[in-house]
């Protein structure tokens, strides 16, 4: 079995501000190194659970977070960002199972620790053939084309209630209960290393038996809907061909997940005031 861990930063162990998982932030640093226990602790969990080969993907901001000379020896790291596929970059190399560690919940939920849908700058709302999706939603559709289904999930309480709606009964380790968007009352890692390892196991261990959730399957051709923030980045948005509008809403159509993908990361990345 080969199993890919996508790993963002909100939802790691002890995290509750920007400042926490923002490059050039002097706690950004301790962080990291929190970030990357939280990754060996899911990475031993797997190896324990069967699996024989381990990728890690550094799926935060430029995908350059994680403590390489820290990481676990038997896993290897897809590092630095924009990469082809992103978030799920090495799904698309006969991947077997996701594990999604550090994830957050979608814009607009509460409580939740530092909710957001991709860009907390420019994205108001996602939606998947009119479904409102998160992060997870995006990039486990991204694996579902692929085949391969979400085995498990670290993040907040309310991250993972919505990764259980939307990805079905997935292993999930709750590694805070969020109180409001930059607070929560947290597990110290002494606890939250011990339960990753396991879920991250457990999640595994299901696979190998054949009773992990099937993979998340998007129905094509996919609608994808984003309301952005303010209207002149729905200007900015409406430069993607084929792309309609409503108000602050740009929509447009793709005939799979990787594409639906690739038109959302390129409608957001055009968006951002210049
Ligand atoms: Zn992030």
């Keep these: 079995m080969k199993i890919l861990l996508s790993v963002d930063m909100e939802g790691i162990t002890g995290v509750t501000t920007w400042n926490h998982v923002t490059p050039g932030h002097a706690e950004y640093q301790r962080f990291r190194k929190v970030m990357t226990d939280d990754v060996n602790a899911a990475v031993r969990g797997a190896f324990a659970g069967g699996a024989d080969e381990v990728w890690v993907t550094d799926a935060h901001w430029n995908g350059s977070n994680i403590l390489v000379e820290e990481l676990d020896g038997r896993a290897q790291l897809n590092s630095g960002l924009p990469s082809p596929l992103s978030m799920m970059s090495g799904i698309d190399q006969a991947i077997d199972g996701v594990l999604l560690i550090g994830y957050h919940a979608r814009f607009g939920s509460t409580p939740a620790v530092l909710d957001h849908t991709w860009s907390a700058t420019c994205v108001a709302g996602l939606w998947l053939n009119g479904m409102?999706?998160?992060e997870y939603t995006l990039n486990a559709g991204?694996?579902?084309?692929?085949?391969?289904?979400?085995?498990?999930?670290?993040?907040d309480q309310t991250a993972c209630a919505q990764m259980v709606e939307h990805l079905g009964n997935i292993e999930t380790a709750v590694v805070k209960q969020a109180t409001g968007r930059f607070s929560a009352l947290c597990l110290p890692a002494e606890k939250t290393l011990p339960l990753i390892e396991q879920k991250a196991k457990a999640g595994v261990?299901?696979?190998?038996?054949?009773?992990?959730?099937?993979?998340?399957?998007?129905?094509?051709?996919v609608e994808v809907r984003v309301r952005l923030a303010t209207s002149d980045m729905a200007d900015r948005a409406m430069l993607l061909p084929g792309a309609t509008r409503n108000g602050l809403e740009v929509s447009f159509t793709a005939e799979d997940m990787p594409r639906a993908f690739s038109g959302f990361r390129a409608l957001v990345n055009m968006s951002y005031p210049s």
């Design 142 to 155: 991204v694996a579902g084309h692929y085949g391969a289904p979400v085995l498990m999930a670290s993040g």
């Design 205 to 221: 261990q299901r696979l190998a038996q054949k009773a992990a959730p099937a993979p998340l399957v998007i129905k094509t051709p």
């Design 132 to 134: 409102e999706a998160g």
